[in-house]
């Protein structure tokens, strides 16, 4: 069962390290191809390797690093409801950062509790800041009978979207996507998909969120933005409903500020990625 007095509970520092090669398999994985060898390669001639921003959510350790002191439930029960990450500048292909995590939240929303953990991490070498992540748990059948009313808003303004693309995703992205470190079998073994109410395996939501950052990016970039990948400060999401490996995902963006765009993904008519937030630092001169 969920331990609620574990709210302010801090993990002991961990460490987190990650190569170049790390780098060019989550790009893969997150369906970067040949139009990107900043993304995908490490030796092309004039091409410096780049890391999307996103790994930040890998490299903060979701619940794992405080499993000890949250208490337990059945492992088909956690569904990852959100992720934010925050950086201070741009995340290198390789690096070693000391992690440490907190358990910021817990609220009973009546199905089940929303387990809200917030992961910093700072440079080895340095002791400079990394990223910050805050992930969010959906743990169905683990409320208390005393559910909240959420009160976020909605970022998106009542318009039409400012840019929209799409992007397939591959029939076994999610079995690459795993390889980036997260096993769950729910992402691979049919039977274990179907004891956890779904048809077959599903996507990764990190991933749909991932191939959400990429393909958001690009477009900005596409449009005029300079160097959006490297000037990412945050991004975040929530995620609505399940992605099938093979699904065409539709990406929609509104321009919210000289910096900021909201965001949404959706299958169809399906929305399965919303209140999504992109902020980059303003630019530097010169």
């Known amino acids: ?167 397939p995703t591959d029939p076994n992205q999610a079995l690459l996507y795993r390889l980036c470190g997260d096993r769950n079998p729910l992402h691979s073994d049919p039977a274990f998909a179907k004891r956890a109410g779904f048809e077959r395996p599903i996507l990764h939501g990190l991933c749909t969120w991932g191939v959400t950052a990429r393909v958001l990016l690009q477009e900005l970039g596409a449009a005029g933005q300079a160097d959006p990948l490297g000037r990412v400060a945050s991004y975040s999401g929530r995620f609505r409903a399940p992605v099938t490996p093979g699904d065409r995902l539709t990406v929609r963006a509104w321009r919210t500020g000289q910096d900021s765009w909201a965001h949404t993904t959706s299958v169809g008519e399906r929305t399965v990625v919303d209140r999504g937030e992109l902020v980059l630092r303003p630019r530097v001169a010169g």
């Open 1 to 167: 069962m969920l331990d609620r007095t574990s709210v302010g509970a801090r993990s002991a520092p961990f460490t987190r390290a990650w190569t170049p090669d790390d780098a060019l398999l989550y790009s893969l994985a997150l369906g970067a191809g040949s139009d990107r060898l900043d993304l995908v390669t490490e030796n092309s001639e004039g091409v410096a390797q780049r890391m999307l921003p996103t790994y930040a959510a890998l490299l903060a350790g979701g619940s794992r690093p405080l499993r000890d002191r949250l208490g337990g439930w059945p492992a088909h029960a956690a569904v990852h409801g959100a992720q934010r990450v925050t950086l201070p500048g741009p995340l290198p292909v390789g690096g070693e950062a000391e992690v440490v995590s907190t358990v910021a939240r817990i609220t009973d929303k009546g199905s089940g509790a929303l387990l809200e953990i917030e992961a910093v991490g700072t440079d080895r070498a340095t002791g400079t800041a990394m990223f910050s992540a805050l992930t969010s748990l959906f743990l169905r059948g683990q409320g208390w009978g005393e559910p909240e009313r959420g009160t976020e808003g909605d970022p998106v303004p009542d318009r039409e979207p400012d840019l929209v693309a799409e992007t």
